[in-house]
């Protein structure tokens, strides 16, 4: 599984921005999609995940604001930010789990910057 993200940029608080993450590969295991994210000197942390019936888990900092979607015949997951605060500045990264093995993938992050 691949996954490539995309649609991280420079944005102002209170601003909006929306990530992409296309999954290529073995796309019919995988069962849970989700974002995480890692500002700089901290440790990597769920933002939201969602299983491909799309049941949804956010962390309580995104509640509200945030917004997982997800596209099982294009194999996309979305992630759209709303509200951005400056500690949402971060790499964020998209993650696959496989539905059996539980494997899970990463791909490469992007960048999230919220400007004060």
């Known amino acids: 599984v691949q996954l490539q993200a995309s649609g991280g940029g420079l944005v102002q608080a209170g601003g909006s921005l929306r990530l992409s993450c296309a999954a290529s590969?073995?796309?019919?295991?995988?069962?849970?999609m989700g974002w995480y994210r890692q500002a700089p000197g901290k440790q990597r942390e769920l933002v939201a995940r969602?299983?491909?019936?799309?049941?949804?888990n956010y962390a309580d900092s995104v509640k509200g604001r945030f917004t997982i979607s997800r596209d099982n015949a294009q194999n996309t997951v979305y992630l759209q930010m709303s509200s951005l605060k400056p500690e949402d500045t971060a790499v964020y990264y998209c993650?696959?789990?496989?539905?059996?093995?539980?494997?899970?993938?990463w791909g490469r992050g992007t960048l999230v910057t919220v400007s004060s």
């Open positions: 590969g073995s796309t019919f295991s995988i069962n849970v």
């Open positions: 969602i299983t491909k019936g799309g049941s949804t």
């Open positions: 993650n696959a789990v496989q539905e059996r093995s539980f494997v899970g993938y």
